[in-house]
């Protein structure tokens, strides 16, 4: 039973424009969303985090977006470099914490 | 050590056998995930740890996995008669345990079952 689902595997997007990755989950009792980024052969690295009490939380190119009505989040990056080129796990957490299955995101020059 | 430490980062086992895998969080850290992941996909929540207590182990797939952290600090993930499909990638994370909460992993152990 996926908790919190990452329907696109796969973005590709050119440098320099926004990145938008989406996240839905099925579980309303989830009151802290995250997003981790990972690279090959390491375990994931938190990115960035919001509550449920919030509906925006910015971080200089990284903004994630929670609109609990719709159990739906989302990370923006903007603007898109290189180096962003990674999985991004959307996580969920109510007192476990709960991960979907990834978007590769590869960002081209 | 300043990060979460697993070992071993490799592990090939014989169907069959029985494996342990080990994970050092971080100094201080309450609690403590065990996560399975396959390949391609999100990795999979085994069980949770607050200090020594195990709050949570819905997600061990079967009675051959078994953890532990006798301590409060190293944890100790056990699968006993490995069988193919319990190869993954198994990650470890550590939190302070409080409220909102952001997970710190190790870097995994790759486990394969020939």
């Known amino acids: 039973d996926q908790q919190v689902k990452q329907n696109s595997p796969s973005l590709s997007v050119q440098e320099g424009r926004i990145s938008i990755l989406n996240c839905d989950y099925t579980?309303?009792?989830?009151?802290?969303f995250l997003w981790y980024k990972k690279y090959p052969a390491e375990g994931p690295t938190f990115l960035i985090s919001?509550?449920?009490?919030?509906d925006k939380n910015e971080d200089g190119r990284f903004t994630v977006f929670l609109n609990k009505s719709a159990k739906h989040l989302s990370l923006h990056i903007v603007p898109s470099q290189p180096g962003d080129s990674a999985v991004y796990f959307c996580?969920?957490?109510?007192?476990?914490?709960?991960f979907g299955a990834g978007t590769r995101l590869t960002v081209k020059p | 050590g300043a990060g979460v430490s697993q070992s071993p980062r490799y592990k090939v086992a014989k169907r069959g056998q029985d494996v342990a895998l080990r994970c050092d969080p971080i100094?201080?850290?309450?609690?403590l995930f065990w996560y399975q992941q396959a390949l391609g996909q999100g990795p999979e929540f085994l069980t949770y740890?607050?200090?020594?207590?195990?709050?949570?182990k819905s997600g061990l797939p079967s009675d051959r996995f078994f953890a532990e952290r006798p301590e409060g600090s190293v944890s100790t993930l056990k699968i006993q008669r490995t069988q193919q499909e319990d190869s993954a990638v198994y990650l470890c994370?550590?939190?302070?345990?409080?409220?909102?909460?952001?997970?710190?992993f190790g870097s995994g152990t790759q486990l394969s079952v020939l």
């Open positions: 996580a969920a957490s109510g007192g476990d914490m709960r």
């Open positions: 579980n309303s009792m989830f009151d802290y």
């Open positions: 100094s201080g850290h309450v609690s």
């Open positions: 994370a550590s939190g302070t345990g409080t409220g909102y909460e952001k997970l710190f």
């Open positions: 919001i509550s449920s009490i919030k």
């Open positions: 740890f607050q200090n020594e207590a195990q709050l949570d």
